[in-house]
C-alpha cells in the first residue's frame, strides 16, 4: 500500500497491541502477517487504525455492528435435532483484507472458469464434442441424475445458460488460490455480502474511508440493468424465484430482492399460459420474462411441471418448454459444477483429462481441488481484545452483463471458530466476515443510483403478486384485531384493579364475551392475544421484501415485548399499564407505516384490512355493550374500547346514552373510530384497486361496499339495534370474501 495511505503514524509506544498474541500456525499462510510475523503492507494501516482505536472504543465499534443486524433483521436458519431456528447473523468483525492487483488475478482466472463452465454446459446439451472426443465420459453424463436429456438441443432464451454463479476460494500452502466448490445453481450469500459490508462500515467507517475499498454497489447495479434489459427485449418482468421464508437464506432472497426493485415470488405465484410464464397479480396474470432462480432444480421441477400443466406431468413435455424462457440460471446448470461427493464431473476426469478440460485456467484461477484436499489460509478474528488466527475460505460471486462477466469485488469470508477446518460451516457455529479489497488510490464511489443520462422506468402497482396482496391484507386485519383486544383487555384490568371484583356484572359481561374469541382474561397476557401478534409477524414474514428495515424492527420490537409481559405481568394494575406499552407500540408501527409506506396497491391492501377488522370488531363490541340488557358501565366502557371518551364530552353536551355512544361510534363519518368511516374508507381504497372485470363495470366488491356504505351512512341511532350492529359486523366481513375472490384466487 502506498505511504499515502499511511495517515495515522504512532507517536507514542502502544500500551496495548492486538498482536501481542497473535501467533499463526507453522505451515499454514497468514493473510495478516508474513512469515516473520510483520503486518503485511494491506494490513498496516489497518492494525495501527484498530490500535489506535483503544480496546474499549474497539468494542462499542464492534457492538454499534452487531446492533445493526439485530435491527435490521439479519437472520439465517440452523437445522439441527430442535428444527430449524433463526440465529441471528454471526459477523466476525475484523474483514479479510486483499490487495487490488492480486484481486484482478483473481478475478481473471474465475471469468476464464466460468466461460470455461458455460461452454462446457452448451456444448453438453449441443454439439456434444467434449464426449465426441473422449475429454468427457459419455456413460457419467447419462447416468448423472442432473442431466436433463429433454433440455439437449435447446437454447436459453438469453443465449446463456449460466448467469450468477459463485466460486469457493481458499489459499493453500503455497500461498495460491484453490477452488474449492463452484456454485453454479442458486448460490447463496451475495446479499449477506451486502449486510456484512454495512454492519463493518458502521463500525469502521473512518478506517473504511481511508483505506480505498473497492465497493460492491456497481456489481449489482450492472446486474440488475442486465436482468432489466433482457426482460425489457422479451416483454415482461423481472422476479427472484425463492422457496420461501423456511429457505435458510431467505432473508438474503427478500433483501436482494428489495435492494435491486424487483418481485420476490414463490412457486404459487406462478403459472404457465399462452405458452408464457406469467406472475399472478392483483390486475390479473403479469408475463415474467427474466426469472431469477434462487431455488434448486430439484424442488423447482415439480413446480415447473405445474405451471405447465396445471397439474403434475411428464418432465419432457416441462423442460423443452421452460428452458427456452430467459430464466437464470438456466435448468440443468448443476451437471458437472455443483459439488455433491459423487456425481460432479470435473471431479471424475482423469488427470489427463481434466488437465486438457482446465487448460485456459490452470494459471490464473486455479484447480478444483476439493476442501478436505487445501490446508486453509488462517485471517484474524477478534477474541477479547485481541486478535487470533482462523481458518478462512472466500466466497467470490460473478454476474453476467452483456458486457461479459463482472466479479463482485470481495464476496466474504467464512471463518472458523476454531482452528479446526470445518469449523468454517455456518451450521456449525462459522463466522462470516466481510471481504475489502484494498487499493493504494482513491475508488470510484459507485451507488446503485442512475446517472443523469440514464433512462428510467416506473413499475406500475398492478405489479403486486396475489399472495403479496392477501399478506398485506391479513397483516392489517392481524394488527388492528391485536390493538382492538387489547384496548378491551385494558378497560377491563383497570376496573379489575379498581374494584377487585372479578365476579362484578360488567366484568363478568366481558368475560363471557371475550371466551368464544378464546381470550382468558383471567391471564394478564392471553395466549390468544400471542397468537394474533404472531400471526402478524408471520404474515410480515412472507412479504420481508416489501418491508422497510425500520417496519420490521417496529414489529418484531411488539412481538418481543408482549412475549415478555407474559411472563412476567399480574393482572388488574400492573397488565393495565402493560397493555398501554402494548398500545403505544402498536400505534407506532401503525403510524411508521401510514406515514411512510408508498401509496400503490400493497399499501391499499394493508389499509382495506385494517379498515375491515375495525369496522367488524366496532360492530361486535357496540353490539355487546349497548344491547338493552348491558350491565352498568358499559356504555362507559365502550367509549373508552373506541378511544372516544374526549370526543364524546365534546360533541355531547349530555351524559352519555345509547342514542349518542351509537351516533359516534357507529355512525360518525368524522370519528376514524366510527362504523361508517370505516366504510367510507373501504369505498374509497376498494374503489382505486386495478379492475378485475368487464370494462368500465364496477367489481363485486366495490358494489357491495357502496350500498353498505350508503345503507348505513342513512340511517339512525335509533335503527342500530343490537340484532343490526350484530349483522353488520358478518356483511363487513362478508367484503373480504369478494375481495379474496376477485384478488387473491
Given amino acids: 500500500m502506498a505511504k499515502g495511505n499511511h495517515k495515522r503514524l504512532r507517536s507514542k509506544p502502544q500500551t496495548h497491541s492486538l498482536l501481542e498474541h497473535y501467533q499463526p500456525i507453522d505451515g499454514v499462510v497468514d493473510e495478516m502477517v508474513d512469515a516473520s510475523g510483520n503486518p503485511r503492507p494491506a494490513w498496516r494501516h489497518f492494525i495501527e487504525a484498530l490500535e489506535d482505536l483503544g480496546p474499549e472504543k474497539l468494542a462499542q465499534r464492534f457492538a454499534r455492528a452487531d446492533q445493526y443486524l439485530r435491527d435490521a433483521g439479519v437472520y439465517y436458519r440452523v437445522y439441527d435435532k430442535a428444527g430449524a431456528n433463526e440465529r441471528e447473523w454471526p459477523l466476525a468483525h475484523v474483514p479479510l483484507l486483499i490487495e487490488e492487483q492480486e484481486w484482478a ?11 470455461l463452465f458455460e461452454e462446457t454446459i452448451a456444448d453438453i446439451y ?16 447419462a447416468a448423472s441424475p ?9 437454447r436459453p432464451a438469453s443465449g446463456h445458460f449460466l448467469h450468477f454463479c459463485a466460486f469457493e476460494l481458499g489459499r493453500g500452502p503455497d500461498g495460491r488460490w484453490w477452488v474449492l466448490g463452484d456454485r453454479t445453481q442458486a448460490p447463496s450469500g451475495a446479499g449477506f455480502a451486502l449486510e456484512n459490508r454495512v454492519a463493518t462500515t458502521r463500525a469502521l467507517s473512518d478506517i473504511y474511508g481511508e483505506m480505498h475499498v473497492h465497493r460492491l454497489a456497481g456489481f449489482f447495479r450492472r446486474f440488475r440493468d442486465a436482468l432489466i434489459g433482457m426482460a425489457k427485449q422479451a416483454g415482461g418482468r423481472v422476479a427472484i424465484l425463492t422457496p420461501g421464508p423456511l429457505n435458510e437464506t431467505y432473508y438474503e432472497h427478500a433483501y436482494i430482492a428489495r435492494y435491486l426493485g424487483i418481485m420476490l415470488l414463490e412457486g404459487e405465484d406462478l403459472t404457465v399460459s399462452g405458452g408464457r410464464l406469467m406472475v399472478r397479480t392483483v390486475s390479473g396474470l403479469m408475463p415474467v420474462s427474466v426469472l431469477w432462480r434462487r431455488r434448486n432444480e430439484e424442488l423447482l421441477l415439480p413446480t415447473v411441471a405445474t405451471w405447465w400443466c396445471g397439474q403434475e ?20 446448470t448443476r451437471l458437472a459444477f455443483e459439488d455433491d461427493g459423487s456425481t460432479r464431473l470435473g471431479s471424475a476426469l482423469s488427470v489427463e483429462e481434466r488437465a486438457e478440460l482446465v487448460a485456459r485456467i490452470e494459471q490464473d484461477g486455479g484447480d478444483f481441488v476439493g476442501q478436505e484436499a487445501v490446508t486453509l489460509s488462517t485471517t484474524p478474528v477478534y477474541v477479547g481484545g485481541w ?12 454476474a453476467r452483463t452483456p458486457e461479459g462477466w463482472t466479479v463482485m469485488p470481495g464476496g466474504f469470508a467464512r471463518v472458523g471458530f476454531s482452528l479446526d477446518p470445518t469449523a468454517i460451516a455456518m451450521q456449525r457455529g462459522g463466522q462470516a466476515a466481510d471481504v475489502w479489497v484494498v487499493s493504494d488510490r482513491p475508488v470510484e464511489r459507485e451507488t446503485l443510483l442512475p446517472q443523469e443520462h440514464d433512462s428510467f422506468t416506473r413499475t406500475l402497482p398492478g405489479s403486486l403478486p396475489s399472495r403479496s396482496a392477501e399478506n398485506l391484507t391479513w397483516l392489517g386485519r392481524y394488527i388492528e384485531r391485536s390493538e382492538d383486544t387489547v384496548r378491551i383487555l385494558r378497560a377491563y384490568h383497570v376496573r379489575l384493579a379498581e374494584t377487585s371484583d372479578p365476579e362484578m356484572p360488567l366484568l363478568a359481561d366481558i368475560r363471557d364475551y371475550l371466551a368464544p374469541f378464546g381470550i382468558d382474561v383471567e391471564t394478564a397476557i392471553p395466549l390468544a392475544l400471542i397468537g394474533t401478534l404472531d400471526s402478524a409477524v408471520y404474515s410480515a414474514g412472507q412479504i420481508r421484501d416489501r418491508f422497510s428495515p425500520d417496519g420490521w424492527l417496529a414489529l418484531k420490537d411488539l412481538s418481543k415485548t408482549i412475549h415478555q409481559f407474559a411472563a412476567t405481568v399480574a393482572p388488574g394494575d400492573d397488565a393495565t399499564r402493560a397493555m398501554t406499552v402494548i398500545l403505544r407500540k402498536l400505534a407506532g408501527f401503525s403510524g411508521l407505516l401510514h406515514e411512510n409506506m408508498y401509496r400503490f396497491a400493497g399499501w391499499r391492501f394493508l389499509e382495506i384490512g385494517r379498515r375491515l377488522e375495525r369496522g367488524i370488531q366496532i360492530a361486535r363490541t357496540l353490539a355487546r ?57 373501504l369505498k374509497a381504497e376498494i374503489a382505486l384497486l386495478p379492475a378485475v372485470g368487464a370494462e368500465g363495470h364496477m367489481s363485486p366488491a366495490a358494489k357491495e361496499i357502496l350500498q353498505l356504505n350508503t345503507s348505513i351512512a342513512i340511517k339512525e341511532p335509533s335503527d342500530m339495534t343490537a340484532k343490526a350492529l350484530g349483522d353488520l359486523a358478518n356483511e363487513i366481513g362478508g367484503l373480504y370474501n369478494s375481495l379474496a375472490k376477485a384478488y387473491f384466487g
Fill in 146 to 154: 442432473e442431466y436433463l436429456r429433454p433440455v439437449v438441443g435447446t
Fill in 313 to 332: 406431468t411428464e418432465r419432457e413435455h416441462v423442460l423443452a418448454n421452460i428452458d427456452r424462457m430467459v430464466i437464470g440460471p438456466a435448468l440443468s
Fill in 126 to 141: 449441443g454439439p456434444n464434442r467434449l464426449v465426441e472426443k473422449g475429454i468427457l465420459p459419455a456413460g457419467l453424463i
Fill in 625 to 681: 355493550l349497548t344491547r338493552a340488557q348491558a350491565p352498568e358501565g358499559a356504555l362507559d366502557m365502550m367509549l373508552e374500547i373506541g378511544d372516544s371518551v374526549m370526543t364524546h364530552r365534546r360533541q355531547y353536551p349530555v351524559q352519555a346514552g345509547r342514542r349518542t355512544v351509537v351516533d359516534l361510534l357507529a355512525l360518525d363519518p368524522l370519528n376514524p373510530r366510527s362504523i361508517l368511516f370505516q366504510l367510507e374508507r
Fill in 105 to 115: 488475478d483473481i478475478s481473471a482466472g474465475l471469468v476464464q472458469r466460468a466461460d
Fill in 387 to 398: 486478535l487470533e488466527p482462523r481458518p478462512a475460505s472466500l466466497r467470490v460471486y460473478l
